[in-house]
Nanobody, 123 residues
Framework: QVDLVQSGGGSVQPGGSLRLSCAAS????????MGWFRQTPGKGREGVAL???????TYVDSVKGRFTISKDNAKYTSYLQMNNLKPEDTGMYFC?????????????????WGQGTQVTVSS
C-alpha cells in the first residue's frame, strides 16, 4: 500500500509563492510517477502537474510557467513550487501516485492519495 503525506500550503496574496511537498512510502516497484491535483467546491479533482518516472513533466495550461513539479527519488518525495499565484489557484491540493512510468491526468485512475492541503490566494 502506497501512503502519501503532504505538507505545505496556506494563504498568500496574489503574486505570492507557496511550496507543497508529498512524501511517499510503500512503493513495491522501482518505477513510479506522481501528480498534483486541485479540487474546488462543486468540482472534482483536476490534474495540475505530473512528474513521470523519467523526470518528464506535464502541466495544465493554466499553470504553465508558474508552477514547477519536481521529485527527489532518494526521498520518494514530490514538490510543487507555485509562483505568481492567482485567486483562481485557490483550492484543496492533493498529491497522488502510481507505480508506472507515466501518470495520467485523470484523477479517477489513482488509488493512492495524500490527505490534502488548502491553498488560498486572496488579497
Amino acid at each position: 500500500q502506497v501512503d502519501l503525506v503532504q505538507s505545505g500550503g496556506g494563504s498568500v496574496q496574489p503574486g505570492g509563492s507557496l511550496r507543497l511537498s508529498c512524501a511517499a512510502s510503500g512503493f513495491t516497484r522501482s518505477r513510479y510517477c506522481m501528480g498534483w491535483f486541485r479540487q474546488t467546491p462543486g468540482k472534482g479533482r483536476e490534474g495540475v502537474a505530473l512528474i513521470h518516472n523519467t523526470g518528464e513533466t506535464t502541466y495544465v495550461d493554466s499553470v504553465k510557467g508558474r508552477f514547477t513539479i519536481s521529485k527527489d527519488n532518494a526521498k520518494y518525495t514530490s514538490y510543487l513550487q507555485m509562483n505568481n499565484l492567482k485567486p483562481e489557484d485557490t483550492g484543496m491540493y492533493f498529491c497522488a501516485a502510481q507505480e508506472r512510468l507515466y501518470c495520467p491526468l485523470a484523477a479517477d485512475t489513482y488509488n493512492a492519495w495524500g490527505q490534502g492541503t488548502q491553498v488560498t490566494v486572496s488579497s
